[in-house]
């Protein structure tokens, strides 16, 4: 497994402690802030952004330049992880089987048609036809708060590069985009099977 981190300016001591995973293959840490970390262990690697789009930007980014080259499973996490997944260490220390697993401790409903409660007011059926060509789905759809989670390869290579693509493209025009906020809920559309 790979360990994507988006970071700003969170103090990053905790990856020591992900190093010693076993399950663990690399890290790889996109900065778009301060770096306060050296790691200079061989199975980190540093990466340089622009500040925009959010986490949500940093995956995808992630997905698209490594699409051909990507872990059997992909983590990925927030700059302090720990807000929204005070156990991710021992998540991120058992055997991955299923090809989606949430990684945030808080799950939250919401539905196309009546919006999201935990943030009113989001473009959610325009961002989704942007995204998908199609009317949103009349089912509610569950997603991790914080947008914190590992996912196979298989289940990213379903969908082609070009689909990837479009959402760093979304997101990458504003430091702070409000799509950022629904491409965090439709995480399990995304990677649906």
């Given at each position: ?14 990856l ?27 199975l ?59 990684l ?8 196309f ?6 943030h009113?007011?989001l473009?959610?059926?325009q ?13 509610p ?23 990837y ?27 649906s099977?």
């Amino acid at each position: 497994m790979q360990v994507v981190v988006a970071h700003f300016r969170e103090s990053l001591e905790w990856l020591t402690d992900v190093l010693r995973i076993e399950s663990v293959a690399s890290i790889g840490v996109y900065h778009k802030g301060e770096v306060d970390f050296a790691e200079t262990n061989p199975l980190v690697t540093h990466f340089f952004l622009t500040n925009l789009g959010r986490e949500g930007h940093t995956y995808f980014h992630h997905i698209v330049e490594n699409y051909d080259r990507l872990h059997d499973f992909t983590a990925f996490v927030q700059g302090y992880p720990f807000d929204h997944s005070a156990d991710l260490l021992n998540k991120l220390s058992k055997t991955q089987t299923a090809s989606f697993t949430w990684l945030s401790e808080r799950l939250i409903q919401f539905n196309f048609l009546r919006g999201c409660d935990h943030h009113p007011g989001l473009p959610l059926t325009q961002v989704y036809r942007q995204l998908f060509d199609s009317d949103p789905p009349s089912y509610p759809v569950i997603f991790g708060e914080g947008a914190q989670f590992i996912v196979s390869r298989a289940r990213i290579r379903q969908r082609p590069k070009a689909f990837y693509q479009r959402i760093v493209d979304m997101l990458g025009a504003q430091v702070n985009p409000i799509e950022g906020f629904v491409i965090e809920r439709l995480h399990p559309l995304i990677f649906s099977e």
